[in-house]
């Protein structure tokens, strides 16, 4: 999944440490999600995180492997896409603090390794 949106942010006040605290949200975000639905059949989760500012856009990328146990009624896509919605909704309102300019803000989700036992 790839996507882009405009929240028209003053890139130049972000510090290292703000793009830091923006990757630990979104892990901290994606993992409460990821526990709360698969419980006790998630078996093992990886997820990384990059951040920067590159040519006045804000990049974050994700990459996320899951092992978990799954029943046909489980769409362990739509569980991502659910987790992912629930990790950006909650960067956006720790990135709200920089709103000012026309900046672009790319969200690039790209990769997912699922494995299912």
Request: glycine residues 2%; aromatic residues 6%.
């Amino acid at each position: 999944m790839k996507s882009s949106r405009v929240l028209n942010l003053d890139l130049n006040k972000m510090r290292l440490e703000d793009l830091a605290q923006l990757t630990h949200i979104i892990e901290d975000e994606m993992t409460k999600h990821l526990n709360e639905v698969l419980g006790l059949r998630l078996t093992d989760f990886n997820i990384t995180i990059g951040a920067e500012v590159k040519e006045e856009e804000l990049i974050i990328s994700v990459d996320v492997e899951v092992k978990a146990y799954f029943t046909d009624n489980l769409n362990l896509e739509a569980i991502l896409d659910s987790a992912l919605r629930r990790a950006f909704n909650a960067a956006e309102q720790f990135l709200a603090r920089y709103r000012t300019g026309n900046k672009h803000v790319t969200v690039n989700s790209e990769s997912c390794n699922c494995n299912s036992r």
